[in-house]
């Protein structure tokens, strides 16, 4: 799967203002128990990706994920919610913990609006600095490709 990732054909693209609209908020927590919404970062670009650790294709994108946190963790203007739906939470950590991943663990802490997940894994969204979708991504995709860096950084400068 890695393989096909790496092809581009399955490569998201962040949608103008025109074609975007204002998502529900929607609750996380953290590991410890502390909850946040989504928004609790307005005025932040907020890049949310829902997975599990059994899911094959998440596993084959997070390689990706992981490399894009790591170039912008250290930006103010853009948050990362990598919420994870396994049943036992604890899949969800250990999986992190084996591959070494970085990237801050949430799971879900109430509904999720159904314009944000609607059961499809792996599903990645990025809320604009106003809350609005402006790109949703059902299925796995490649997030390190210079290509998806530049329309992050495009929005990042809205």
């Known amino acids: 799967m890695k393989q096909i990732v790496s092809t581009g054909l399955l490569n998201s693209k962040i949608e103008d203002k025109a074609h975007s609209f204002t998502v529900t908020d929607f609750n996380m927590k953290d590991i410890d128990g502390k909850s946040i919404s989504t928004q609790d970062f307005r005025g932040k ?8 650790s059994w899911c094959p294709p998440c596993r084959a994108e997070f390689p990706s994920i992981q490399k894009m946190y790591e170039k912008y963790k250290d930006n103010q203007n853009v948050e990362f919610l990598t919420i994870n739906l396994d ?40 809320l604009d600095k106003n809350g609005k979708i402006r790109l949703k991504h059902t299925g796995m995709a490649d997030y390190s490709k210079d290509s998806f860096y530049q329309q992050l950084e495009k929005l990042i400068k809205e």
């Open 45 to 52: 670009v907020v890049f949310i990706n829902f997975w599990a």
């Open 87 to 126: 049943d036992d939470v604890n899949a969800g950590k250990k999986f992190l913990e084996k591959n070494k991943y970085s990237i801050p663990f949430w799971v879900s802490n109430g509904n999720i609006p159904q314009e944000i997940y609607n059961g499809s894994l792996p599903t990645t969204v990025i």
